[in-house]
C-alpha cells in the first residue's frame, strides 16, 4: 500500500539522518528557552519561599498557578505573554529558514558536510518558503472564516437541543472545523515546498496553487501520510504524559530526570517530523508531475569537485538549434581527400627516399 511504504521510507530516512532531528529539537529548545528562562526566574522568586507551592512537588496543578496569577497585581504575567507572542513569531519566521535546510538534506546527496548543506538550503528557499508561509496564512483566513460561522451556525442549532451529548459535540463543531481547514492548509504547505525543493522553481505562487491541486486530487494518500505520523506523535505524547503525571518530582534528581524524559519526547517528535516530511517526498516522487519528480533540487549539486547550478545547466540543455547555430560554423562539405591517404598516380613509379 502507498501509504504503509511512505510512511515506512520516511521513518528510515528520518533515522538514516539523526542530525536533522537533533537540528529541530535544538531549535526548538532555544525558542522554549527565551520564554523559559524568566518564567522560571519569576516563579521561583514567587514559590521559593511559599509552602503552598510545595504541591507542585507532586505534579502539576493548574489551580495553583491560577490563584498564584490571579492576586498578582505586578505587569509579570503580561510581560511573559508578551515575550511569548516575539517568540512565536520567530518561530514563524525560523520555520521558513530550518524548513528549507530540512529539504536542502532530504533530496540532495553531495559531498559537503551536513551543516553546509543544511544552511546552503536554509538561505536558498528562506524567501521562498516565506512567501509560502504567507500565502498559507492567507488562504487559512479565507478558509477559516466561513467554517466558523457554519460551525456556529450549526453550535446554535445543536445546542437547541434536549440531548446533553448532542449539545457537546455542538460545542465542539468550530474548534473541530478550524482544526481541519489547519491540518489542510499545512498539509499543502508541505507539498508546496517539496515541489520547490524538487524541482527548484521560484514562483510561490504557483506551487502553492499547484500543490493545492495535487492534495485534492490524491486527498487519501496525502492525508493518510500525515495521519500516520499523527498517530504516531500522539502516541508518543500520551505515553510521555501518561509517565511524567504518574513520576514524582519531590528531588533534584527526579525533577531532572523528568526533564531528560520531556526532552526526549520532544527529540523524537522532531524525528517523527523529519520522517513525515521524507514520507510526503516519496509520496510525491510517485504521484507528483514526472518534471518534479525528476528534477534535481537544491541551489548547487557537487559533481567532480565542479559545483553545477541545475537551473543553469537546464536552460543550456534547452538551448534551441538557432542558438547553437549562431555559436557554430556550418558544415562544410567533405573534401575527398582528407578522407583516404594519398596515392601515386596509375602507372608512375615512386622514387626511393632517402637515396
Keep these: 500500500m502507498m501509504i504503509a511504504k511512505c510512511a515506512g521510507s520516511g521513518l528510515k530516512q528520518a533515522a538514516s ?32 519561599l511559599s509552602p503552598e507551592a510545595d504541591q507542585l512537588l507532586n505534579g502539576f496543578n493548574l489551580r495553583l498557578l491560577i490563584e498564584a496569577f490571579h ?25 521558513a529558514l530550518i524548513a528549507g535546510g530540512v529539504f536542502e538534506i532530504l ?11 543544511f544552511w546552503r538550503g536554509a538561505g536558498h528557499f528562506f524567501g521562498r518558503f516565506l512567501r509560502l508561509l504567507i500565502l498559507c496564512g492567507i488562504t487559512l483566513t479565507v478558509m477559516a472564516v466561513p467554517t466558523v460561522l457554519a460551525a456556529l451556525a450549526i453550535t446554535w442549532v445543536m445546542s437547541r437541543s434536549d440531548s446533553e451529548a448532542t449539545r457537546f459535540f455542538g460545542y465542539l463543531a468550530a474548534p473541530a472545523g478550524v482544526f481541519v481547514v489547519l491540518a489542510f492548509c499545512a498539509l499543502v504547505l508541505d507539498y508546496a515546498r517539496a515541489r520547490m525543493a524538487l524541482d527548484n522553481s521560484r514562483s510561490a505562487f504557483k506551487a502553492w496553487f499547484r500543490s493545492l491541486g495535487f492534495v485534492l486530487r490524491h486527498l487519501v494518500g496525502t492525508a493518510g501520510i500525515a495521519i500516520v505520523f499523527f498517530i504516531l506523535t500522539l502516541a508518543l505524547f500520551i505515553v510521555s504524559v501518561r509517565y511524567q503525571t504518574s513520576a514524582r518530582s519531590n528531588t533534584g534528581g527526579l525533577i531532572l530526570a523528568l526533564f531528560l524524559v520531556q526532552q526526549a519526547t520532544l527529540f523524537l517528535r522532531s524525528a517523527l517530523r523529519v520522517g513525515s516530511l521524507a514520507g510526503a517526498l516519496t509520496f510525491y516522487r510517485a504521484r507528483g508531475p514526472r518534471a518534479a519528480g525528476m528534477g534535481q533540487a537544491g541551489p548547487e549539486s557537487q559533481a ?40 601515386s598516380a596509375p602507372g608512375s613509379v615512386d622514387k626511393p627516399t632517402g637515396a
Design 17 to 48: 539522518r539523526p542530525g536533522l532531528a537533533t537540528t529541530l529539537w535544538l531549535w526548538n529548545f532555544l525558542l522554549a528557552a527565551v520564554v523559559a528562562l524568566p518564567a522560571w526566574a519569576v516563579f521561583r522568586g514567587a514559590f521559593s
Design 71 to 95: 492576586y498578582d497585581r505586578s505587569s509579570v504575567p503580561t510581560a511573559l505573554l508578551a515575550t511569548a507572542a516575539a517568540v512565536a513569531l520567530l518561530g514563524l519566521l525560523g520555520n
Design 107 to 117: 533530496v540532495t546527496d553531495d559531498k559537503r558536510s551536513f551543516l553546509h548543506r
Design 304 to 343: 567532480g569537485g565542479v559545483v553545477i547550478d541545475p537551473v543553469r545547466a537546464g536552460e543550456a540543455m534547452q538551448a534551441t538549434p538557432a542558438d547553437a547555430s549562431a555559436d557554430v560554423p556550418p558544415d562544410e562539405p567533405p573534401d575527398p581527400s582528407a578522407e583516404r591517404p594519398e596515392t
